[in-house]
């Protein structure tokens, strides 16, 4: 099988941290690189994940108070369930 190089300009602390894992998972950086551009042919999208990362100060915030609204019904519409909301907008006739 023949092989093309691919150059992509990148922070070189990032670069290093990601050999550093890749590292750690026993493989080199290529094949990381590798894994992600086949899931990006075959999906055709782009995730990303947060696992280990904090929220902010701004999104928790956000979050207690959206809480404490719902607790104090200033919220509209409530739905426990998805079920719930589909009818919901149905009724609406979305």
Do not use: C
Not at 3 to 18: F, G, I, L, N, S
Not at 31 to 45: E, G, P
């Amino acid at each position: 099988m023949s092989y093309t190089v691919v150059a992509a300009k990148v922070d070189p602390q990032v670069k290093k941290e990601a050999m550093e894992i890749a590292r750690e998972l026993g493989m080199p950086l290529s094949v990381i690189i590798k894994a992600f551009l086949k899931q990006f042919i075959k999906h055709k999208s782009v995730e990303f994940s947060a696992r280990n990362e904090e929220p902010n100060e701004y999104l928790i915030r956000t979050i207690k108070q959206a809480l404490k609204d719902r607790k104090e019904g200033r919220a509209s519409p409530v739905f426990e369930t998805g079920k719930e909301a589909l009818k919901w907008l149905e009724q609406q006739g979305i």
